[in-house]
């Protein structure tokens, strides 16, 4: 595991900042790689429920709530919601690398490449990695 845990001190208190409960967000994108050990990330991107009516978010340096949805596959909620589509570290919510996967293979730009290789192998290596997720949605 590459995750830095002084950077969840941080999105905690940004989170009660900008009164959001942790339990109403869901981290994605390269944190679930730093927490799987392929990279450390260099952000921490995350999204929101929606009974949070497009809140006026505290603008931080490591910290950003990206657009919605950020899966194809699923809507946000659905990934903070339901338990098989994310797992708990430290209290948090993170995406479950499956679907890392999935963006980046849709979107294969250069920066993703080294990733997606990286997720095959994680893939190669863990018996738990669901390819049912992905079943008929990779390009």
């Known amino acids: 595991m590459n995750f830095n845990s002084d950077d969840l001190l941080e999105l905690a208190s940004f989170l009660k900042l900008n009164h959001i409960s942790k339990e109403d967000v869901c981290l994605v994108g390269s ?3 730093s927490l799987i050990g392929i990279r450390t990330h260099n952000d ?10 497009s809140p006026k978010l505290s603008s931080h340096s490591l910290i950003d709530r990206v657009n919605s949805p950020w899966s194809t596959l699923f809507e946000d ?3 903070i919601e339901d338990a ?32 997606i290789i990286e997720l095959r192998e994680y893939a190669e290596m863990h018996k738990n990695w669901n390819w049912d997720l992905l079943k008929d949605v990779l390009p």
């Open 31 to 33: 944190t679930t790689l």
């Open 44 to 53: 921490i991107d995350f999204v929101l429920h929606s009974k949070y009516q």
């Open 77 to 79: 909620d659905k990934l």
């Open 84 to 115: 098989s589509l994310h797992v708990i570290y430290n209290g948090f919510k993170f995406v479950v690398p499956e679907l890392v996967f999935h963006k980046k293979i849709w979107h294969n730009r250069i920066k993703d490449q080294s990733d």
